[in-house]
């Protein structure tokens, strides 16, 4: 079997006296789109951060694509593929759809002086093809209409949607979504599901991070569940709903594991 593409072990984060992650271990293998699920207060977002590099954990390790990104800056982190889109939608409102995207796209041409100063044809042909995917990616994300809107005018669906194009703008080999369908309705909720599955039939990882249960179930395999900090099980979706443990973890009771 192939190695998982993205492995945590042993984490620990604490915050004070409060221990938010406890020694996770958990695997995503290539080409799922794998769930982390758990009550509130688990220590999913906590666990995102550290993977993401936004805070730096207290011990364990990342392991990413074979690397060891443990602690690493998030630029980094993005730049060996791993990249992670907000539950709140990070775009600049005043931009447009495209303009949006095209400030994700990696090594931005006409970032620094001297990129401007040396613009040369090869870079124009690159500003081109940055532009070429922008189009590709909000065409599949059915955002093509709105290309040329500012992003402060778009529906809730429609922002969600243009923070995963944002994420895949930087070509991530993993995508991690922190609650995609949170606040968005049923029919948009389904559409953005499509959407994943499409990514991941093309290829893609994806780890999401989601409360919404029918969202999990109709996408996501395996599912992992986390309590206090640990992982408690995993498995389908079918097969974790089932789990006494996980039920109890979701009644808010102590988790014996
Ligand atoms: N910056 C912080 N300062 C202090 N405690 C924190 C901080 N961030 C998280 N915690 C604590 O760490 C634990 C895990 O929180 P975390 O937000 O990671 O859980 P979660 O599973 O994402 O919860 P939710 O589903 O509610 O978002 C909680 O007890 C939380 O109060």
Same mark, same amino acid.
């Given at each position: 079997m192939t190695a998982p593409l993205l492995e945590v072990r042993g984490l620990v984060r604490r915050f004070g006296g409060v *221990? +938010?992650? @406890?020694g996770l271990d958990l695997a995503v293998r290539r080409g799922t789109v794998t769930a982390l699920i758990g009550p509130n207060g688990a220590g999913k977002s906590t666990a995102f951060q550290c993977i993401s590099g936004v805070i730096r954990p207290d011990g364990g390790n990342v392991i990413f694509d074979g690397q @060891? /990104?443990?602690? =690493?800056r998030p630029d980094r982190v993005t730049r060996a593929g791993l990249v992670r889109s907000f539950q709140i939608a990070?775009? /600049? !409102?005043?931009?447009t759809v495209l303009e949006n995207l095209l400030l994700y796209? #990696?090594? #931005?041409?006409? &970032?620094?002086l001297a990129v401007a100063l040396l613009a040369t044809q090869a870079m124009r042909r690159r500003e081109e093809e940055l532009r070429a995917r922008a189009e590709a990616i909000a065409a599949r994300l059915n955002l093509s209409r709105v290309? @040329?809107? #500012? =992003? +402060? +005018?778009?529906?809730g669906g429609q922002k969600k949607l243009l923070e995963i194009g944002r994420a895949l703008m930087a070509e991530p080999k993993l995508l991690l979504l922190d &609650? !995609?369908? =949170?606040? *968005?309705n049923p029919t948009l909720a389904a559409e953005i599901a499509r959407h994943i599955a499409h990514l991941r039939e093309e290829g893609m990882t994806v780890l999401v991070v989601e409360h919404h249960m029918d969202f999990v179930a109709s996408l996501c395999d395996p599912v992992i569940v986390m309590a206090e900090g640990k992982l408690l099980a995993q498995g389908s979706f079918e097969s974790i709903a089932n789990d006494a443990r996980v039920q109890e973890a979701y009644m808010g009771r102590r988790v014996h594991a």
């Open positions: *221990v +938010a992650l @406890d @060891d /990104i443990t602690g =690493a990070r775009g /600049i !409102p005043r931009l796209g #990696q090594h #931005q041409p006409g &970032e620094s290309l @040329d809107n #500012q =992003a +402060a +005018a778009l529906s &609650e !995609p369908v =949170a606040g *968005v």
